[in-house]
């Protein structure tokens, strides 16, 4: 899956122009216009990194930084301010509040582009890099192949971002819940069960024979791409 990105801006035309250029970046993007907005955003899924005007209405973009700092789950997501202060003063007091980067506006959007990618690759390579790697199996990004030991593995594009979601985070455990909005998405109304389903029809596609299975059942609570695959016994 795409890395999510959350654009916090009140002034529609720069909310679009954001929209336009991030998706055509690949990336999902979900806006806000307020700081309360944002929060409910953030509690319905955690994006990846966050684009946080300075100026908003209710919460200001800094009070709502050092309360995103301030909570465990929420404390090492990427933030990029966006404002129109310029002043070295200012640029110190969004960083100081714990902001990544600082952006002035008006602001060159290639410019802005990079520096996102720059971000998630010191938080999260997985979301950046063109393959996945883990023991035999291997999934290609720019290609859409998956591969594993010597031979080629044919998915569906469901199985396909299942499998990359899984293996965006070795070991930690996806209830099905959060498997069908991070792979189906929000607005996608299905059972439970259609996890379930898509999981059997994954591990047989990536399972021959004798082969290990990198696919976890944790019982009563999802699963999991296995971190120990592919390591010695």
Excluded at 62 to 86: F, N, W
């Amino acid at each position: 899956m795409p890395a999510t990105i959350l654009v916090v801006e009140d002034e529609g035309d720069i909310a679009i122009l954001l929209r336009y250029n991030l998706e055509a970046e690949g990336f999902r993007v979900v806006t806000a216009e307020t700081g309360d907005e944002a929060q409910h955003a953030i509690q319905e899924k955690l994006p990846d990194l966050i684009l946080l005007d300075w100026m908003l209405p209710e919460i200001s973009g800094i009070e709502l930084c050092r309360r995103l700092r301030a909570r465990d789950e929420t404390s090492r997501i990427p933030i990029i301010m966006l404002t129109a202060r310029g002043e070295e003063e200012e640029r110190v007091r969004g960083l100081s509040t714990g902001a990544d980067d600082y952006v002035v506006k008006p602001f060159s959007v290639p410019e802005l582009v990079a520096r996102i990618h720059a971000l998630l690759r010191r938080a999260n390579p997985n979301l950046v890099t063109a393959a996945l790697k883990v023991g035999d199996l291997e999934l290609d990004r720019t290609t859409h192949r998956v591969r594993r030991s010597t031979r080629d593995v044919h998915l569906g594009p469901t199985e396909y971002r299942l499998l990359e979601y899984l293996m965006r985070h070795p070991g930690r455990v996806y209830s099905r819940e959060q498997l069908l909005d991070g792979v189906w998405g929000n607005d996608v109304y299905v059972d439970e069960r259609t996890v379930d389903v898509h999981i059997g029809r994954l591990r047989r596609a990536i399972n021959r024979g004798r082969e290990s299975d990198p696919i976890r059942t944790v019982r009563g609570a999802g699963y999991a791409f296995d971190e120990r695959f592919g390591q010695p016994a």
